[in-house]
């Protein structure tokens, strides 16, 4: 018998299919944008504009001046019977959150003007005469310290001027901050004609008036 010779076996060719080529591109160029944009988080680079401070931040320092003057404030409720929301309010819109000329260098918040035998600086202001505003030149009251412009203010709205002593009565008579804020205009205080709204909205914005209830608390 002969043995039948076995044919080597071939071997078959295997054709690998071709797979369906993904969008690699766009997920690539979606993590490039991640990474970009949390590597500006965190070396502080802004992609977007945004302003110098955020709202919480101005918040911060809006609340830190408030903090700075409460103290006296609320000495002045105790020795004249001003309320702190008034106190405060009126130095938030005199002073611009004690950033002005007058209020960092002179320490006066209110704007208040000297007379000839105190001492004083002059500087630029807007008066309103007839409701029309005009930049004037002022002569102001300089003071050693933002304590003692609040104390100065309060004597003054409890005392009066030298010309008539009742002249902010009803300022200090007046038990809600809204009539102490309208009688601040009839009284004179400022020539603006809607110094009492200001004094009223910015009382309301930042909830002043919790402030008018702690005179014993300090």
Do not use: C
């Not at 002179?106 to 001492?119: C, D, E, I, M, R």
């Not at 010309?163 to 309208?182: G, K, M, P, S």
């Amino acid at each position: 018998m002969t043995k039948k010779r076995r044919r080597p076996r071939r071997k078959r060719k295997t054709t690998k299919k071709k797979r369906p080529q993904s969008n690699n591109f766009s997920g690539f160029i979606l993590i490039i944008v991640i990474v970009t944009l949390l590597a500006g988080t965190i070396w502080g680079i802004n992609y977007i504009t945004q302003p110098r401070y955020s709202q919480s931040n101005v918040s911060q320092q809006h609340q830190k001046f408030i903090n700075q003057i409460l103290p006296a404030s609320l000495r002045a409720q105790r020795e004249y019977k001003i309320l702190p929301s008034i106190t405060i309010a009126q130095a938030i819109l005199e002073s611009n959150w004690g950033q002005s000329q007058l209020s960092s260098q002179y320490h006066n918040l209110f704007g208040v003007k000297a007379t000839s035998n105190q001492p004083s600086v002059e500087l630029s202001t807007t008066e309103f005469t007839n409701g029309k505003a005009e930049n004037v030149t002022g002569r102001f009251r300089v003071y050693a310290s933002w304590d003692e412009s609040i104390e100065a203010h309060a004597k003054l709205l409890a005392n009066g001027t030298d010309w008539n002593n009742l002249q902010y009565q009803d300022v200090v008579r007046a038990n809600n901050y809204q009539d102490a804020a309208r009688a601040l205009s009839t009284g004179g205080y400022a020539t603006d004609p809607a110094y009492a709204d200001k004094v009223i909205a910015i009382i309301e914005k930042y909830h002043l008036n919790q402030y008018d209830h702690q005179e014993g608390q300090r």
